[in-house]
Structures are given as structure tokens and as C-alpha cells.
């Protein structure tokens, strides 16, 4: 039995992964501090899936807690997920996310580093793209940032690049995630963010149960088919397992390598509303407002590589992401 660490697993991605870790038969601790999400995650996940993961409360920014971790522990694997994840929020106090993202991780490494663990699954996201890159995505494109979060993730990826070069032994793979959404078909586990929400289908999941009144369309002036911004929207349950063929691959490759996750397919905010709209049965009220600062056109994955070296690719369609978004929304409202 593998022996995953899953930084962030109590988060809205990590516990969905932690859900496929135990079913495949893995040993799953999670390291969380709680900052964006709550300890009774953990007994949805043993709900759904009968079995409980180990939790270990710390927070990646205490050197030592996370030392003592890895001193204390055989650990075969992690997944990093821990990470602050707010664009907006970014800009407003960078230094925070600065030290977060980046000093958990540096953390992170010196101790697996020092205690022979040596393979890691890092969160990444189709941010690093930036804004010249035409899609479809592939993974050789330059990359860069527009704010303090998507920094972090680039310079996260420099850090494990350099790190690779350093000492043959590590293995890393950086999932560039594009657009998660939905939740586990259980309703159990999936993505309630506090305050008015920033991504766009919790945004509709609000209008949808009559929490806000109607959906703001960033701009319909765009070079897409209906004008609104196009996204690679993809299943959080497909993206978690996604994961789970990355560690096999980071079993059998040294070195650092970085890879879509995405579906390949691009939807339009106006199309994701009336998927929720047939979801939920409900018509849904929207406004179209002025573009967002920073919002590309359009963003979708080559999910080519994925396919070829992780064996992996997506499966569920828009229409199935936007119904378990709205069962889990119905469960939680
Ligand atoms: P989330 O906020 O739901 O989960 C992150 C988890 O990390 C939370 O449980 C939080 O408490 C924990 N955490 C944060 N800082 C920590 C620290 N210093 N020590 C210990 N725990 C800490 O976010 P998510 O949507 O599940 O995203 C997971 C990862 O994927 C993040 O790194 C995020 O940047 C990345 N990502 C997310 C998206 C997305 O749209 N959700 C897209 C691309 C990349
Ligand atoms: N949008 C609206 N109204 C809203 C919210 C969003 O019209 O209320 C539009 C945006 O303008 C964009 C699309 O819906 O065209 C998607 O926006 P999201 O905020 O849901 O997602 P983004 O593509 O902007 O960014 C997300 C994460 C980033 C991550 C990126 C790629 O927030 O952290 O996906 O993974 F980097």
C-alpha cells in the first residue's frame, strides 16, 4: 500500500483526489491548515467512500511542524495542493500569497528532500499561459503571469524545474488544471466558497438557488463565437483522477514535466448558463457588465499530452458538471 500525502486535502480539489486515493487502495494523510476549508470534509470523504483519511493539522508556512512531519513518517508520495487560490485577493495582498504559496512550498521540499521522498504532484493551473499564448495550450508555449497568484505558480514551476536538475532522484509533474467545476455525484463534497464568489458557476449556482439576483456577463465584445469569454471547463472528479495517473507516472520518470489537464473543448460563459439552466430547470437571470481586468478571450488545453504520457483524459460533459454542481448546491444551500 502506497503511502500519498495530500497537502490541501480538505480543500475543494484535494478532497475530491483524496475520494479516488482511497478507493484505489492508497494510505492518504492530509496536511491542511483549515484557511479555506473545514475539518468535517473529512468525514464526508469517509462517508462516501468508507474509509477515513490520517489528518495532520499544520500549516506549511511552520517549518518545523512540517519537518517534524516528514521526520516522523514514510511517505511514498505527495499531492500539493495547499495554496492560496484568489486572483483578485492576490493583487490586494500579495505578500500573503507570496509567503503562502511560496514558502509552504520551499518547506515542503527541503523536508521531503531531507527524509528521501522525492516525488511530488504539484496544483499548477492554466494561468502560467498568460495572456499572448493562442489557444488550444500546449504545454511548450512560454509561459508567464498577470498578478501575484499566477506568479506563484510559475515561479513554483522554476523551483521544481531547478530542483529536478539539481538531483537526478526527484521526479515532478506540475498539472496545469484549467477550469474545475462541479462536485462528487454523492452532493457530499464539492466547491461552497464564502462571500459572493468570484469563478463563475459557484456565481450561477447562487443566482440558480436565489441567493443573488442575477449573473454579471464579463463582456459579450470578445472574438469568440456569442462574444463571451470561452474556458476549458473541466469535472473536478475527471481532474482528481487525473492525479492518480500522474503519481504512476512520476513512478516510473525522473526529472520535472508539465501537463494539461483540460478537456480540449471550449464553452462560452453563455453556454455554461444555459447548461446550469437545464440542469437546474430554472431560467437564469444575467446582465451583461463590463469586461474583467486580466480576462483573456478564450483559454482551452492541447490535453494531448496528457493522453499520451499520463493515459489519462476527461470524460464528463458540460451538462453532467453543471448537474452535480447543482445537487451539491441544493445539499448546501
Ligand atoms: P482550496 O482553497 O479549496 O484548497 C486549498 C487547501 O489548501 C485548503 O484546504 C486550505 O485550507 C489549504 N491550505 C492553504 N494554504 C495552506 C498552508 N500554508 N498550509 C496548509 N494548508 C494550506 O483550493 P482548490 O480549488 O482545491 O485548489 C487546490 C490547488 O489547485 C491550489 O493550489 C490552487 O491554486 C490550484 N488550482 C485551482 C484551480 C481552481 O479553479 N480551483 C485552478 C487552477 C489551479
Ligand atoms: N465570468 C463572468 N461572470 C462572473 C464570473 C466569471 O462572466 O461572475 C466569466 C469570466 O469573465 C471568464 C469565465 O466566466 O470568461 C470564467 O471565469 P472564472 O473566474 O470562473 O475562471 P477564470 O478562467 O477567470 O480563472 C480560473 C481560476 C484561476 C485559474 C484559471 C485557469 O480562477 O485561478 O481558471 O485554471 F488560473
Given at each position: ?84 487560490k ?36 504539484f ?83 447562487k ?36 492525479h ?25 460563459v ?27 478571450a ?36
Amino acid at each position: 500500500m502506497r503511502h500519498i500525502v495530500v497537502t490541501g486535502g480538505a480543500g475543494f480539489i484535494g478532497s475530491h483526489c483524496c475520494v479516488e486515493l482511497l478507493e484505489a487502495g492508497d494510505q492518504v494523510t492530509i496536511l491542511d491548515n483549515f484557511c479555506n476549508s473545514k475539518p468535517e470534509t473529512l468525514d464526508r470523504i469517509a462517508e462516501i467512500i468508507g474509509k477515513r483519511p490520517d489528518l495532520v493539522e499544520l500549516d506549511l508556512c511552520d517549518e518545523q511542524a512540517t519537518e517534524q512531519f516528514f521526520a516522523t513518517h514514510t511517505v511514498d508520495a505527495v499531492i500539493h495542493f495547499a495554496g492560496l487560490k484568489a486572483v483578485g485577493e492576490s493583487c490586494q495582498i500579495p505578500l500573503t500569497y507570496y509567503h503562502n504559496n511560496l514558502t509552504g512550498t520551499l518547506n515542503l521540499l527541503r523536508s521531503m528532500g531531507a527524509h528521501g521522498c522525492k516525488r511530488l504532484v504539484f496544483s499548477s493551473s492554466a494561468t502560467v499561459y498568460g495572456m499572448n499564448n493562442t489557444a488550444p495550450f500546449t504545454e511548450d508555449m512560454p509561459t508567464s503571469a498577470t498578478n501575484p497568484y499566477g506568479w506563484t505558480k510559475q515561479m513554483i514551476e522554476q523551483i521544481l524545474m531547478d530542483t529536478a536538475a539539481s538531483d537526478p532522484e526527484w521526479s515532478f509533474v506540475a498539472l496545469r488544471y484549467f477550469n474545475p467545476i462541479g462536485a462528487h455525484p454523492s452532493g457530499l463534497i464539492g466547491e461552497d466558497p464564502n462571500g459572493i464568489p468570484n469563478n463563475l458557476v459557484p456565481y450561477i449556482a447562487k443566482v440558480a438557488c436565489g441567493q443573488l439576483a442575477h449573473l454579471n456577463v464579463f463582456g459579450n465584445d470578445y472574438d469568440t463565437p456569442d462574444g463571451t469569454g470561452v474556458r476549458d471547463y473541466i469535472h473536478v472528479v475527471d481532474l482528481a483522477k487525473g492525479h492518480l495517473c500522474a503519481l504512476d507516472y512520476a513512478e516510473t520518470a525522473a526529472g520535472f514535466c508539465a501537463v494539461n489537464l483540460g478537456t480540449g473543448n471550449g464553452a462560452s460563459v453563455l453556454e455554461v448558463l444555459h447548461a446550469y439552466e437545464e440542469a437546474c430547470g430554472k431560467t437564469l437571470p444575467y446582465v451583461i457588465a463590463p469586461r474583467r481586468a486580466g480576462d483573456i478571450a478564450t483559454s482551452y488545453a492541447d490535453p494531448s499530452k496528457a493522453k499520451t504520457l499520463l493515459r489519462w483524459e476527461a470524460k464528463s460533459d458540460l451538462l453532467t458538471m453543471c448537474k452535480d454542481s447543482w445537487n451539491f448546491t441544493l445539499k448546501h444551500q
